[in-house]
């Protein structure tokens, strides 16, 4: 069988877990991802004695996200009315948990917590907290028919929007990875702004088109509707049969070394303590879609930022153009204050990638951050993060209040 590019990518991701299930944890056994889904708050929260209460939200097109909230820190008084509001948006493959996978003294939201904010965490469509919906179940085809689009779109717009509602005040955002580019796709349209105060984006994603992995030029070469015709519209599960059998060619495809894939795929993570990544490979990798994956490959292959091509005719009818509109980035309302924070390690924000954001948003108020060791991982949950990540997130967010 010939591997499109698009299959490299899938194969690509499945490696770099593969890869760490198999020097981490030989003995586990797949499929964890599945198990039947106890609340994030009983799971992660409550155990390290922080009040967390469990919220769900149905998007516009029907989907119910699974929403948790640390309305207060452990030492911090009752009233959660006057706390600013932060919402935390997770990237690809993973969900609201790997925030919450290194100690409290280490972990984003409880730092907020504990400094006095009102902690929300989202959990993108698909994952174990999402996967309900109004009228389709996970089964169907039509559950898996959407992209980054929608996640802009609808989740994001839904969750903001509840925040919001809940809580009478502006949003402070934080984005990781696909979390960034959500973000961004919807801010360059002028929607949500209205109700953010301000976003720190890490590992930002937006242009793709220096993807330092030897996948990347495969992923650039793709033939995107072979590979839709390929997959169907679907779940994408790494854990499970299709993407077994994908490693199992690819691995024994000419030229491909599985082993070499690990750093391959994000790039080499300083500072990611073992057993942290033992628990984050016991609670990870969650399903997306295989057309969220279909609209990557064309942002790597494209260089542009734009909605999911559909080829030439469809686009017509849906887009009344034969290519698809693109999300202009420069049209991010200027005084919206961005904070960037990335990596010199990080394969898949690569420093160039950025810089062309960087370069669409000259006029705009955008305090930036480089770490020459981090690469995409050590964000979320590297050992050092809080010291040397979200110190400078509170500092970005308590100079923005108003
Ligand atoms: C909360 O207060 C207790 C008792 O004063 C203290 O032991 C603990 O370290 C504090 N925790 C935080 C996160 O400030
Ligand atoms: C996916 O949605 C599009 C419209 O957004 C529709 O044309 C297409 O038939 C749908 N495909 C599936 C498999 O549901
Ligand atoms: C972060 O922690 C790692 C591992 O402990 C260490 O090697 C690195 O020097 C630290 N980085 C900084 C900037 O403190
Ligand atoms: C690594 O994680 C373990 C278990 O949570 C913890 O005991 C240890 O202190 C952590 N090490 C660092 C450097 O944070
Ligand atoms: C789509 O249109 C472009 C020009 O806009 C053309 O180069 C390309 O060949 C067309 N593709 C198909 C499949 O018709
Ligand atoms: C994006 O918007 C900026 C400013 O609004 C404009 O100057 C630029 O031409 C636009 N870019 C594209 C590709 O449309």
């Known amino acids: 069988m010939a591997l499109h590019g698009l299959s490299m990518l899938f194969a690509g991701f499945a490696l770099f877990i593969l890869n760490?299930?198999?020097?981490l944890m030989p003995h586990h056994a797949y499929g964890q991802n599945n198990a039947p889904a106890v609340g994030l708050c009983d799971s992660f929260v409550r155990i390290h004695g922080y009040e967390c209460d469990e919220f769900q939200v149905t998007t516009q097109d029907g989907y119910i996200l699974?929403?948790?909230r640390i309305p207060k820190g452990l030492n911090t008084s009752g009233d959660s009315a006057n706390k600013p509001p932060v919402l935390l948006q997770h990237g690809i493959l993973v969900d609201g948990a790997c925030w919450l996978i290194n100690a409290p003294e280490q972990n984003l939201p409880m730092i907020l917590a504990d400094k006095g904010f009102d902690v929300w965490i989202a959990n993108t469509r698909g994952t174990r907290f999402s996967r309900q919906h109004t009228s389709l179940q996970p089964s169907q085809s039509e559950f898996w028919n959407w992209s980054w689009d929608e996640l802009a779109?609808?989740?994001l717009s839904a969750v903001i929007d509840y925040v919001h509602e809940q809580t009478g005040q502006k949003l402070r955002y934080v984005g990781h990875s696909l979390g960034t580019l959500i973000a961004l796709a919807s801010f360059s349209e002028g929607l949500l702004v209205d109700k953010v105060q301000s976003a720190a984006l890490f590992s930002p994603i937006a242009y793709l088109s220096h993807l330092k992995t030897a996948l990347g030029n495969f992923?650039?070469?793709s033939f995107v509707a072979e590979d839709i015709a390929f997959f169907g519209i679907a779940e994408f599960n790494l854990l499970g049969e299709p993407a077994?059998?994908?490693?199992?060619?690819?691995?024994?495809?000419?030229?491909?070394?599985?082993?070499?894939?690990?750093n391959a795929?994000?790039?080499?993570?300083?500072?990611?303590?073992?057993?942290?990544?033992d628990f984050f490979l016991e609670n990870e990798p969650q399903s997306t879609s295989t057309k969220n994956f279909v609209h990557l490959a064309q942002t790597v292959r494209d260089g542009v930022v734009a909605k999911y091509n559909y080829g030439n005719s469809t686009n017509m009818i849906r887009y009344g153009a034969s290519?698809?509109?693109?999300?202009?980035?420069?049209?991010?309302?200027?005084?919206?204050?961005?904070?960037?924070?990335?990596?010199?390690?990080?394969?898949?924000?690569?420093?160039?990638?950025?810089?062309?954001?960087?370069?669409?948003?000259?006029s705009h108020d955008v305090t930036v951050q480089f770490v020459e060791d981090f690469a995409h991982a050590d964000f979320v949950f590297g050992v050092n993060a809080s010291d040397i990540v979200y110190s400078q997130v509170y500092n970005f967010f308590v100079n923005h209040q108003y």
Do not use: W
């Not at 760490?20 to 020097?23: C, G, K, P, V």
């Not at 795929?265 to 990544?277: D, F, M």
């Not at 005084?335 to 370069?359: C, E, I, K």
């Open 153 to 155: 779109a609808y989740d």
């Open 219 to 221: 992923v650039a070469r």
């Open 66 to 68: 699974g929403l948790q």
């Open 265 to 277: 795929i994000t790039g080499k993570n300083c500072c990611l303590n073992a057993s942290a990544v």
């Open 244 to 262: 077994k059998r994908f490693l199992e060619t690819a691995c024994a495809a000419p030229g491909v070394d599985c082993f070499d894939l690990l």
């Open 20 to 23: 760490l299930l198999l020097m």
């Open 323 to 362: 290519k698809p509109p693109i999300y202009n980035l420069s049209n991010i309302p200027q005084n919206l204050p961005l904070f960037l924070s990335y990596g010199g390690q990080d394969d898949l924000s690569d420093t160039q990638d950025v810089q062309h954001l960087l370069d669409n948003l000259q």
